[in-house]
Nanobody, 123 residues
Framework: QVQLVESGGGLVQPGGSLRLSCAASGSIVSINTMGWYRQALGKERELVATISIGDSTNYADSVKGRFAISRDNAKNTVYLQMNNLKPEDTAVYYC?????????????????WGQGTQVTVAP
């Protein structure tokens, strides 16, 4: 009923920038918190940034001052602008959304994940 589709990953040199996008589609009633997480090879998935329905943001210490999360509620989309990228930012980046959706007359609230997009920072 609901899908999250990420885009914007790729290969970039250290110091470069990338912008990730994640669009939610389906029978969505409202989206609460949206966020980005990442998982490097051999490591656990970790929080990168979140943004609430009221636009309050939260960042991992490792990305503060370099990454910026934003959302477009009209498009059900969340963005992650990543600047001054470092090799340690290399990971698969996952979009997450806490949302309410509808099936006929019933409403559900669930946590959804995207399929992930690879970000590689290397010379």
């Amino acid at each position: 009923q609901v899908q999250l589709v990420e885009s914007g990953g790729g290969l970039v040199q250290p110091g470069g920038s990338l912008r990730l996008s994640c669009a939610a589609s389906g029978s969505i009633v409202s989206i609460n918190t949206m966020g980005w997480y990442r998982q490097a090879l051999g490591k656990e998935r970790e929080l990168v940034a979140t943004i609430s329905i009221g636009d309050s943001t939260n960042y991992a210490d490792s990305v503060k001052g370099r990454f910026a999360i934003s959302r477009d509620n009209a498009k059900n989309t969340v963005y992650l602008q990543m600047n001054n990228l470092k090799p340690e930012d290399t990971a698969v980046y996952y979009c997450n959304a806490d949302l309410t959706w509808r099936s006929l007359t019933l409403y559900y609230r669930n946590d959804y994940w995207g399929q992930g997009t690879q970000v590689t920072v290397a010379p």
